[in-house]
């Protein structure tokens, strides 16, 4: 799905449900895309037969009963007034607009305030290098192997820097914290989107169904909404059965919280003008695998396209009594 971003450029959003087959990889390299970010979920056995189209995606390892799955944000190198090749990440410029896209930073082996406070400063540091400011990121993706164990610890690292970048008059980037079995020695990973220039707006989304995570001491927004002359991205964070007081609806129902899930996505969506329909990229993570058919089924019921989404199996939430999680990113191209 294509979103134009300011007059002339084209960012594409793509996901492969099975990838092996090469037709993406192919794609990108028939269009002379710039990839912006990749992620690959691929069983362990199938790792040695991935072709990563980019120098630095994500790789995560998952349930060998499903085929090796891809995501990617490219942009059409004709929109591109300016591009930039970082260490840590990619920078592009067209007309009045600037995004960075980060590449995972990534811990080493030990799991502790250190270790993770590390990747906050890489983080801060292509911040600087490419002259963005804190307050210009919008989207952040925290990947633990063991989120039940390690929550807390990336809170606690987070909360130290998000509590002095955003103060009560400026939103909390979107979010998604959840388990994900990366294929690497480290045990955390951490990406961003940032953006910034007069051709785009930045506006906090709510949900109806739910409360602010700030309320029950979490930093991140529900969604952020990106708004440009000719088109709309709305980045939805991570999202599981959360009631208006910040606690787990539905405990030990799967089909209650899968569909509660994907009312809360909806209405976050209907509040900016959109629908499932807008849908361009998302990622499902299941908590156990055996619910993996009845959450296809509730998705097909309420027009989800599941041709479009990452499905993760046994990955727990960080709840421990959560079942589901899924994020989604959807355009507005308007009229």
């Known amino acids: 799905m294509e979103c134009l971003v300011g007059t002339h450029l084209k960012l594409e959003y793509i996901v492969d449900t099975d990838a092996l087959g090469g037709n993406a990889v192919d794609y990108v390299y028939d269009n002379d895309l710039i990839v912006l970010q990749e ?17 630095n995606p994500l790789v995560i390892v998952n349930d060998d009963s499903l085929p090796v799955q891809r995501s990617m944000i490219t942009a059409q190198k004709a929109g591109v007034d300016s591009f930039k090749q970082l260490d840590n990440g990619v920078m592009l410029m067209s007309q009045d607009i600037r995004l960075l896209f980060s590449y995972p ?6 799991v ?10 890489g983080l801060d ?5 490419t002259g963005f400011k804190e307050t210009d990121i919008v989207r952040t993706w925290f990947l633990v192997k063991d989120i039940l164990r390690d929550y807390d610890l990336l809170n606690a690292v987070r909360d130290e820097w998000f509590a002095t970048w955003f103060n009560d008059d400026h939103f909390i980037p979107a979010s998604t914290g959840i388990q994900s079995h990366i294929n690497h020695d480290g045990h955390f990973s951490m990406e961003f989107l940032a953006v910034d220039g007069d051709g785009i707006t930045v506006e906090q989304m709510h949900c109806a169904l739910q409360n602010e995570p700030i309320e029950y001491d979490k930093m991140f927004s529900r969604g952020i909404l990106l708004s440009m002359p000719k088109s709309r991205i709305a ?3 991570g999202t599981a059965s959360t009631n208006k007081q910040g606690e787990v609806k539905f405990r030990d129902d799967i089909d209650r919280q899968f569909q509660y899930t994907l009312d809360s996505i909806e209405d976050l969506l209907n509040g900016v003008g959109m629908g499932f329909e807008n849908i361009a990229q998302s990622m499902m993570w299941l908590k156990h695998g055996g619910d993996h058919a009845v959450c296809l089924d509730i998705a097909e019921r309420n027009g989800f396209p599941m041709e479009r989404c990452v499905q993760l199996l046994d990955c727990n939430v960080c709840r421990d009594e959560w079942l589901c999680e899924i994020e989604v990113t959807a355009i507005d191209n308007g009229s």
């Open 39 to 55: 992620r690959i979920v691929s069983p362990a056995g199938k790792l040695n037969l991935v072709r990563p189209v980019s120098d």
């Open 105 to 110: 930073f990534l811990t080493g082996k030990d």
């Open 112 to 121: 502790s305030f250190d270790s993770f406070n590390e990747v906050y400063g």
């Open 125 to 129: 540091d292509l911040l600087r290098q």
């Open 235 to 237: 980045l939805i964070s």
